[in-house]
């Protein structure tokens, strides 16, 4: 099983006047810096939409053609865990586990991307004999937290998109290995000669990428729901 998606496409553009040019010399502050800013902000939207964006088209009268929004992957998860923030103890996580990694077909290696409000009861919970705490492991090039049990080992990861949506109990616990990020066009940076059209006496670069994610066999995905 596996959910269809649109692709979306994120742009942003970067802009430097001559006189920003110059001023920025006298301070260490180049275009470098305000790309390197800029890519962080454009990755930053293009995680909210892939988590919590809707899937979408909408038909723009102005350019006359119709304008795709990628869906997320919190609409695509199989199932929902509920827990109780206040109450969260070993026990509970226990429970959790065992939600996250039973009835389906998933591996036993998953991902929790959580909000604060879910890492600070996680953070509460004391080791036991049943399932142990790692503080940084490194796995795709991410360092995470993990969690080992009998079920399985979860890798756990703060995600202030969480937050920055009014969610900070919740997470999302992702099979990584039936995620899949599907590329129309890759990321990329075109420059802009805006002083040579007449435009304006700027310099200018546009980043490109159109993308989305899909997950594969949503039951070994789950929202894990703070309250």
């Not at 942003?12 to 301070?27: D, F, G, R, W, Y």
């Not at 509460?124 to 995470?144: K, L, M, P, S, Y």
């Not at 920055?164 to 997470?171: F, I, L, Q």
């Not at 590329?183 to 002083?195: M, S, T």
Request: proline fraction near 2%.
């Amino acid at each position: 099983v596996k959910n269809t998606n649109y692709c979306q496409i994120f742009k942003m553009q970067i802009e430097q006047s001559v006189v920003m040019k110059l001023s920025h010399k006298e301070i260490g502050w180049d275009f470098t810096d305000q790309q390197e800013a800029a890519v962080y902000d454009m990755r930053m939207g293009m995680e909210k939409q892939f988590l919590f964006g809707k899937k979408a088209k909408v038909y723009d009268p102005r350019k006359q053609e119709t304008v795709t929004f990628s869906g997320g992957i919190w609409d695509q998860a199989g199932k929902d865990i509920d827990v109780s923030l206040e109450d969260f103890d070993s026990r509970a996580l226990v429970d959790l586990l065992r939600n996250a990694f039973t009835d389906n077909s998933g591996s036993r290696r998953k991902v929790l991307v959580a909000g604060s409000e879910l890492i600070a009861a996680l953070n509460r919970i004391e080791n036991t004999h049943v399932i142990t705490a790692r503080d940084q492991v490194t796995a795709w090039g991410i360092d995470f937290s993990e969690l080992q049990s009998k079920f399985g080992r979860l890798y756990v990861v703060f995600s202030d998109i969480f937050d920055v949506m009014g969610m900070p109990g919740n997470g999302i616990i992702i099979d990584p290995e039936y995620i899949q990020k599907h590329v129309f066009i890759p990321f990329n940076a075109e420059r802009l000669d805006l002083r040579g059209s007449g435009q304006r006496n700027t310099e200018a670069m546009v980043l490109t990428e159109a993308s989305c994610l899909t997950l594969r066999y949503p039951d070994a995905h789950a929202r894990v729901i703070g309250a």
